[in-house]
C-alpha cells in the first residue's frame, strides 16, 4: 500500500551512461516532483508536472528530461551522466488544491 | 526568491525534555508551510502542514505554529524520545507548486 514509490533505490553507473529512475504515486494525486538533495543534504525542486503537463522546471541541464505517461506516473531519463549528478533524487506528489507533498523514499544515483 | 532558514542547524538534548526547532522564511506571501522528518538513508516523512490562513498545527506531541508576518515557524516537541532523532526539515509553498526547502535541523535525543 505504498503511496509514493521510486525505482531503483540504488544506482551505480558510470560516467556517460543514460539512466531512468520511475516513481508512481497510488494516492489519486494531480501534481508529481522530482527533487534532488545534494551531498549537503539540500533539497531542491526540478520539475514539478500538473495532469501530465510541465508547470515547474527548474534551471537543470537538459541532459535531464522527465516524462508523465500518465497522472499516477513521473519517470526521469538522465543522458550522459557526470560526477556532478551523484545525489538522491526524491519523486513526490500531491493534490493541487490542498498542497501536501508526499515523498517517495528516494533514489540513490552514484556516478563513478 | 524565497529563501527557509533553519536554526539551529544541530541539537542534541536528553530524553523527556521539551523543545523548539526553528524555521524562518524570507518572502511571507506563503500559501502553506510543511515540517518533515527525514531518517538517515530514507525519504521525508510529512509530520504538520500548516496554511497561511493558520496559526498552528497539532499532531500527538507535535505542534508547529506560523506567524506569516514575521516569517517565521516553530516546530515543538513534547517529551522526546530517542526515536526523534532525525532531521526535521521545514518547507514553504509560495503560489507556484514547488517547496522551498531549509536545510534542516538534526535533532539527537539521548537516552
Known amino acids: 500500500d505504498t503511496a509514493v514509490s521510486q525505482t531503483p533505490k540504488y544506482l551505480v553507473t558510470q560516467m556517460g551512461n543514460d539512466k531512468s529512475i520511475k516513481c508512481e504515486q497510488n494516492?489519486?494525486?494531480?501534481?508529481m516532483y522530482w527533487y534532488k538533495q545534494d551531498s549537503k543534504k539540500f533539497l531542491k525542486i526540478m520539475f514539478s508536472y500538473n495532469n501530465k503537463e510541465l508547470i515547474i522546471n527548474e534551471t537543470v541541464p537538459n541532459r535531464f528530461s522527465p516524462k508523465s505517461p500518465d497522472k499516477a506516473h513521473l519517470n526521469l531519463h538522465i543522458n550522459s551522466l557526470e560526477l556532478g549528478d551523484s545525489a538522491v533524487y526524491f519523486c513526490a506528489s500531491s493534490q493541487v488544491t490542498s498542497g501536501e507533498q508526499y515523498f517517495g523514499p528516494g533514489t540513490r544515483l552514484t556516478v563513478t | 526568491k524565497q529563501e527557509v532558514t533553519q536554526i539551529p542547524a544541530a541539537l542534541s538534548v536528553p530524553e523527556g525534555e521539551n523543545l523548539v526547532l526553528n524555521c524562518s522564511f524570507t518572502d511571507s506571501a506563503i500559501y502553506n508551510l510543511q515540517w518533515f522528518r527525514q531518517d538517515p538513508g530514507k525519504g521525508l516523512t510529512s509530520l504538520l502542514l500548516?496554511?497561511?490562513?493558520?496559526r498552528e498545527q497539532t499532531s500527538g506531541r507535535l505542534n508547529a505554529s506560523l506567524d506569516k508576518s514575521s516569517g517565521r515557524s516553530t516546530l515543538y516537541i513534547a517529551a522526546s524520545q530517542p526515536g526523534d532523532s532525525a532531521t526535521y526539515l521545514c518547507a514553504v509553498r509560495g503560489g507556484s507548486e514547488k517547496l522551498v526547502f531549509g536545510k534542516g535541523t538534526k535533532l539527537t535525543v539521548n537516552p
Open positions: 494516492l489519486g494525486h494531480d501534481t
Open positions: 500548516i496554511q497561511s490562513s493558520q
